[in-house]
């Protein structure tokens, strides 16, 4: 029997219980790279969700940031995120999720991101819409980026690589309104289903990232897709641009025009896959 909405949202209440606990304590921290790090409590968080999962859907395929890819039916995926903005919570920046995806043949089909030190929890099932605590949420209408508060983030290899998102950076802190980075992906993209932000770009980024936020946000009326326009998100290379329909095209059209500059050919082949 396949997982409920219900199911998804005690997972992500019971996990973000975890978190609650965690943070703030001290904490063994180890660096996966120079700046991309893992605590105790990711581990503690994701041991919680495999635990639960298996327990009750035994047969399905798992797809966690801290254990990778666990056996199972691929035709039933879950992918799961323990802890979404790990380098926040290291630093008691109180602004974190726990993020939870379930999949049948390819097809993202419920979505929860919570947010525990809010007490936020965004959720959606394809074709019943967005909510936040219950309560319908909807993607902003504004139509230009000068009015518009876009997010944002960065690679963990920006230091060794030349594909480091800082020439979109450039160009869009030069038209819109304003750029935040919040250093979760998962609540960025929850953010625009709830019209805090109007667009939403990032790429280098996993499965686990973009699975629940991505439909919460396609739920609340926002256009999800690639970069490049595609809008297959959830396959290599990963990379998302995410808008209200009104926005969206602007936003690909200014994502586009810096692509094609003869210096950044980097891009141009990271993209294209």
């Not at 666990?70 to 999720?97: C, K, M, Q």
């Not at 999949?103 to 809010?118: F, K, N, S, T, W």
């Not at 990963?238 to 500059?261: D, F, K, M, Q």
Request: hydrophobic fraction near 40%.
């Amino acid at each position: 029997m396949p997982p409920t909405l219900q199911d998804l949202k005690t997972l992500a209440y019971g996990a973000g219980r975890i978190l609650r606990a965690g943070f703030n304590q001290p904490q063994e921290v180890h660096h996966k790279s120079e700046i991309d790090v893992v605590t105790e409590t990711d581990h503690r968080s994701e041991s919680y969700l495999l635990e639960q999962i298996r327990g009750r859907f035994q047969d399905d395929h798992i797809v966690a940031e801290e254990s990778g890819e666990n056996d199972g039916d691929r035709a039933r995926a879950w992918f799961i995120d323990p802890l979404d903005g790990t380098t926040n919570f290291s630093h008691g920046l109180p602004v974190f999720s726990v993020s939870i995806g379930y999949a049948q043949d390819g097809e993202i089909l419920l979505g929860v991101v919570y947010d525990p030190v809010r007490d936020e929890l965004f959720s959606a099932e394809r074709g019943r819409g967005a909510f936040l605590n219950d309560q319908p949420i909807q993607a902003a209408a504004r139509a230009q980026l000068r009015e518009s508060l876009v997010a944002t983030g960065f690679p963990y290899d920006r230091f060794t690589s030349p594909v480091n998102n800082l020439v979109y950076f450039h160009e869009f802190a030069l038209q819109v309104q304003g750029i935040r980075r919040l250093g979760s992906a998962a609540l960025d993209l929850c953010y625009v289903a709830a019209g805090r932000f109007d667009a939403y770009w990032e790429f280098k980024m996993h499965s686990w990232d973009l699975a629940a936020g991505v439909l919460i946000a396609q739920e609340a009326g926002a256009l999800v897709t690639t970069m490049d326009g595609f809008p297959e998100v959830l396959t290599p290379p990963y990379s998302v641009a995410a808008a209200n329909p009104r926005l969206h095209e602007e936003l690909l059209a200014v994502i586009a025009g810096v692509t094609a500059r003869p210096e950044n050919q980097a891009y141009q082949a990271f993209l294209a896959g």
